[in-house]
């Protein structure tokens, strides 16, 4: 594909793809991310306002230089928009470019931090990761439906159990599904849910503890699990792209050697036949 581009396009594209260029833009992101943590603290802010502006619209100029320069060493702007990553930044530059004025001050902070993101688009490893993520969604809606069908069940059962003794926390449904949110992260479940009805009824324990058993370490492990088995899947498959590449390679070099030694022999006989 590369060898069809003008030659302008692939020196382009070698550029914006070197390491250097990568390893620059990658610092010039967490510069903006140390300026934006700076900007948190009101006395720094007020003080240097003008100075956390100037240094924002000069990294804002040389991502929107960087996008440009990007699009530019693609094929075509279709083969640019192709990829997810390019479109994320794409729209978090364009955002910051178009949200200018004093309406737009706390949208711009906030863009300034989503720049942040832009280092999982720009470090490889971070990109496989976040892809086998996003590969984990289909599977991880089995997963939630199977995790709503348990908390629909304890939250009903705790609020027939419950609703007299604590109805702070399984006064109603809602109210339920709510504490049995705090109980499935483990958050201070016992010393402030189980303990207070532990002491009015004492086998409310086995509700608790099969609920925390069920909830958190079952259906939690599914999903580490199903992340896991996506993560080996995007690195198995990223292995096979690199291995069929190689081969490609070594099919293209046996190729070029074939045809070298029959332009080889081609010269040998025409030089034959002119001294014969």
Aim: no cysteine.
């Amino acid at each position: 594909m590369k060898h069809s581009m003008p030659g302008w396009k692939r020196k382009l594209d070698w550029f914006v793809e070197h390491k250097y260029f990568t390893s620059v833009i990658l610092t010039l992101i967490f510069i903006n991310a140390v300026v934006v943590g700076l900007e948190t603290y009101p006395h720094l802010y007020e003080e240097y306002r003008s100075a956390f502006f100037a240094i924002d619209r000069i990294l804002l100029g040389i991502f929107a230089v960087e996008i440009a320069l990007r699009m530019l060493a693609a094929r075509t702007l279709k083969d640019f928009f192709k990829s997810g990553w390019n479109w994320f930044d794409f729209i978090i530059v364009l955002s910051g470019l178009l949200l200018t004025g004093a309406y737009f001050v706390t949208v711009l902070r906030i863009l300034r931090v989503l720049r942040v993101f832009r280092a999982i688009s720009v470090i490889p490893s971070l990109r496989r990761l976040v892809d086998a993520l996003l590969m984990t969604i289909p599977a991880l809606g089995n997963i939630l439906l199977l995790m709503s069908i348990i908390f629909y069940i304890f939250g009903v059962t705790g609020t027939m159990l419950f609703q007299e003794v604590a109805p702070e926390y399984f006064g109603s449904l809602q109210l339920s599904l709510l504490t049995l949110f705090q109980v499935v992260t483990l958050e201070s479940w016992a010393s402030q849910v189980m303990r207070p009805i532990f002491e009015v009824m004492p086998w409310s324990w086995i509700y608790f503890v099969a609920f925390v058993l069920v909830g958190t370490f079952v259906v939690f492990n599914l999903f580490i699990g199903v992340i896991v088995n996506n993560v080996e899947k995007a690195e198995s498959s990223e292995e096979e792209e690199i291995d069929e590449t190689k081969k490609e390679v070594t099919e293209l070099r046996r190729e070029v050697g074939e045809l070298k030694d029959l332009l080889r022999e081609h010269l040998d006989r025409n030089g034959d036949n002119k001294s014969g």
